[in-house]
């Protein structure tokens, strides 16, 4: 499938993009460009391959949850204007 230019006006008016005429060549090869990858994709031989709606349908993998402050304060409050042991200082907002 090829895409002419009227085709492309058409496509960016829907679209609501204002496109000048100078950028119509240059949009009408990218669109070219998709529509060939999109039918590239049609060719993969899927036969047999359940489809699949989501990630929803797959086990996750757990694991415990671990707390933890990363044990770098210090590095993460080096460049702090103000600071009060381990956190940030920030003036008082509202009196």
């Keep these: 499938m090829s895409l002419d230019a009227a085709t492309v006006r058409r496509i960016a008016r829907l679209a609501r993009i204002r496109v000048d005429d100078a950028e119509v060549e240059t949009l ?5 460009a998709i529509l060939g990858y999109v039918e590239q994709l049609a060719e993969v031989n899927v036969e047999g ?3 699949l709606s989501g990630g929803a349908q ?4 757990s694991r415990e ?3 933890s402050d990363g044990g ?9 204007p103000d600071r009060v ?3 940030f200082a920030v003036p ?3 009196e």
């Design 92 to 94: 008082k907002v509202v």
């Design 28 to 32: 009408q090869s990218e669109l070219n």
């Design 65 to 67: 949850d671990q707390l």
């Design 72 to 80: 770098i304060a210090d590095k993460i409050l080096a460049n702090a």
């Design 58 to 61: 797959m086990a996750l993998r």
């Design 49 to 51: 391959v359940t489809p």
């Design 85 to 87: 042991g381990h956190f």
